[in-house]
């Protein structure tokens, strides 16, 4: 990519004053997952982007996953992962991996990353201050008894005391999607479901999910950039948005359906993709608005 020249830098600039006026003092959260977890140049791009948010005032939390690491994991120790719909079926031994992986190694590494970029980042998981309560997932499918996948969360409440007082604070969060049990057992709880839950908790200004895609596509292959509510359960019913991308784009409608002002599905694979959605007029994804 050539360099920018000087009157360009100043257009880049012009065209984000807006935004960082409009957004100042509001909460982003961001579900950090995909390629953009494992692709040195874009894990480098990610940190300075949250950095950058922080240091105009907003107040990013983050959410991340960790699939392809948890799998990793499990191929190392002779497991391997099955799903049904989208989730990880987890028994007692995969629960300790998680934990072990999403809590210890991948949030410990965003952790550092934001901080070398001159970032205030703190880690947790839905366990510390029982701040993610949840109870156990049976998921129903058509036709079918509920099924039973082990360890896995549905989520009945999230206490924000914790991660506001660590805003307040000028540090970032990065919360790992573990909860925690009336009986102090851990579940494993889909990132997205987290992610889009703790932004309608905080009332946040938006819910960014990062992804392996460019986002929403009509069944011709064709990017959907500005949806209503409306639309994605027209998109739901007709077969359009089907397998991983349910559990996804569902956390998405439902914050945008209780209070989160826009929603927006990015491609994590594109360098500073954060910045490109939050302050430019194109953006890089789709955007779900209230």
Partial sequence: MSELIPSEKVAVLAEALPYIRQFAGCTIVVKYGGNAMTDQALKEGFAQDIVLLKLVGINPVVVHGGGP??????ERMGKEGTFVQGMRVTDQETMQIVEMVLGGSVNKEIVSLINQNGGKAVGITGKDGHSIHAKKMMLNIPNQAPVDIGQVGEIESIDPTLIDLMTSEDFIPVVAPIGVGSNGEAFNINADLVAGKLAETLKAEKLILMTNTTGVLSQTGELLTNLSPQDVDNLFADGTIHGGMLPKISSALDAAKNGVRSVHIIDGRVKHALLLEIF???????????
């Fill in 69 to 74: 690491q948890i799998n990793e994991a499990l």
């Fill in 280 to 290: 430019t007029k194109t953006g890089v994804g789709t955007m779900i608005h209230s």
